[in-house]
């Protein structure tokens, strides 16, 4: 890409306040995709969440790096925009764009945590002080709106008139893209009668290795043979249903935890023929779109971000309140699928050569600069 930037070089300090594995790889992405500006990069560990959400901009109260001058803010959702301005006067009136990795009003109850407005309210205030809002993708969009909305529609008074639309009318879609190498033609066909299930999430509730377990009774229980992999992030804390799976489902295991080697996963979304979805909550669904990428049939919920990128033909029923009714539903479409396998979907939209050009234009457009055409 041309550089509009001929004088010096855009000084933008970028912000991680929760850096997990999403935010840390669309972060060093974006600075490595847009070698037009001058990156500064400030990342929190991932720990601690109810303290990092709110208390990041005090973390960050005696940072050097914020003492400095910058042509544009780029935060996360995790960071709380609007204290960290008024800390430090000087970035007031900087330009900001809050990427909006989740949002809070959405997360499900995992009924573990104590309920509390203060995480909302920060995700609330950043929309309010960015001037750029970037979701990845509509559903995130759609449900932060809609919820904030019904938050502030509980208060008893002293709301400014238009608040949700002035957050709409600055806000865009642009997704956390997809590496260019992921994106391989399969040079094999799908192996319908002992297909090599995928399931490449976190290892954490909201994800549903309950209903995956369900899944899995169900097709043994159908006479569907497979090989399975369930790999993904662990923490010190599972769900119990991964011991389930790995009790009645052992012999049928090809790979168990999360895997080490980058270049072993890319090999293992290469291999798979099916990636499975069992989410209750999936803001974009970054290891779908990877497998689909890599030649997988995407196997998904009809719900969350999935209706965006997942074929409707691949998408079985939700009945979020009853597992067992939609582990059936699921079961059903897979075995109909294996069948007669549908043509590998690859979401070439979401592909970085061409995101990175719309990441480009938004930086170039909040710096108040004239964009690429």
């Known amino acids: 890409m041309p550089s509009n930037f001929p004088c010096h070089r855009p000084r933008i300090l ?3 306040a929760y850096d997990a594995g999403s935010h840390k790889r669309w ?3 974006l600075v490595a995709s847009q070698p037009d500006f001058d990156w500064h990069v400030l990342a929190l560990p991932p720990r601690f969440f109810r303290w990092r959400i709110r208390g990041n901009a005090l973390t960050w109260l005696q940072e050097p790096a914020l003492k400095a001058d910058y042509d544009l803010l780029i935060v996360t959702s995790m960071v709380d925009l609007a204290s960290l301005r008024g800390f430090h006067p000087h970035l007031a009136s900087t330009p900001a764009i809050l990427y909006m990795h989740e949002n809070q009003f959405a997360y499900p109850d995992s009924g573990r945590q104590h309920s509390s407005a203060e995480p909302k309210m920060v995700n609330l205030y950043s929309a309010v002080a960015a001037d750029q809002v970037l979701f990845n993708s509509a559903w995130n969009r759609d449900s932060f709106l809609d919820e904030a909305y019904r938050f502030l529609d509980k208060m ?13 009318e600055k806000s865009q879609i642009v997704p956390v893209p997809i590496e260019d190498r992921l994106f391989i033609k399969p040079d094999k066909a799908v192996n319908g009668q002992r297909p090599h299930l995928l399931w490449n999430h976190r290892w954490e509730y909201d994800k549903a290795p309950d209903r995956l377990l369900l899944l899995l009774d169900a097709l043994t229980a159908a006479g569907q043979d497979f090989r399975l992999s369930v790999v993904g992030e662990q923490f010190r804390n599972r769900p119990e249903a991964f011991n389930l799976i790995h009790e009645r489902h052992r012999e049928r295991i090809v790979n168990w935890g999360y895997l080490e080697s980058r270049a072993n996963y890319d090999c293992l979304l290469a291999e798979a023929d099916v990636a499975i979805s069992t ?14 990428a890599s030649g997988c049939i995407a196997l998904a919920p009809d719900r969350l971000a999935y209706s965006e990128y997942v074929p409707a033909a691949q998408r079985y029923t939700s009945h979020a309140n009853d597992p067992a009714a939609e582990a059936e539903a699921a079961a059903s479409l897979l075995r109909q699928l294996l069948q007669q396998p549908p043509e590998p979907c690859m979401p070439q939209a979401w592909r970085l050569s061409q995101l990175q050009k719309k990441y480009y234009k938004v930086i170039s457009a909040t710096l108040g600069r004239q964009t690429v055409s």
């Open 14 to 16: 970028l912000l991680s």
């Open 27 to 29: 972060r060093e992405q």
């Open 156 to 168: 008893p008074d002293g709301l400014p008139d238009g608040l949700i639309s002035s957050i709409r």
């Open 279 to 292: 989410a209750l909550h999936d803001f974009q669904g970054l290891s779908v779109l990877e497998a689909m």
